[in-house]
Nanobody, 126 residues
Framework: QVQLVESGGGLVQTGGSLRLSCAASGRTDSAYPMGWFRQAPGKEREFVTTVNWSGHKTYYGDSVKGRFDISRDNGKKTVYLQMNSLKPEDTAVYYC???????????????????WGQGTQVTVSS
């Protein structure tokens, strides 16, 4: 069973940057897509971005396209989310997730993911 642990959240001013990390353990390979979602208070969990197992195929939600970048280091079993030009509306708990349906996919729906991390808080002040 894979376990995921996010880190790197915090408080940042508008226009600033943060890099989130998601470390996986419990499985010897990294042949599965990973995704990032976020959930703001009173709102539903929202898709942010996903990357296939190799790191060569990515997909972004419209609200973060051009500002966020997902990458992965399979040797370290870690996925990163570089967040630039942050806005107050980016404030949320950010979750990473793993999908075991197809290694080559870039799933974008919550129900396509099988394992979730505990989340890390990102707060962007205006």
């Amino acid at each position: 069973q894979v376990q995921l642990v996010e880190s790197g959240g915090g408080l940042v001013q508008t226009g600033g940057s943060l890099r989130l990390s998601c470390a996986a353990s419990g499985r010897t390979d990294s042949a599965y897509p990973m995704g990032w979602f976020r959930q703001a208070p009173g709102k539903e969990r929202e898709f942010v971005t996903t990357v296939n197992w190799s790191g060569h195929k990515t997909y972004y939600g419209d609200s973060v396209k051009g500002r966020f970048d997902i990458s992965r280091d399979n040797g370290k079993k870690t996925v990163y989310l570089q967040m630039n030009s942050l806005k107050p509306e980016d404030t949320a708990v950010y979750y990473c997730a793993a999908s075991f349906r197809s290694p080559w996919g870039t799933p974008r729906n919550i129900d396509e993911y099988d394992v979730w991390g505990q989340g890390t808080q990102v707060t962007v002040s205006s």
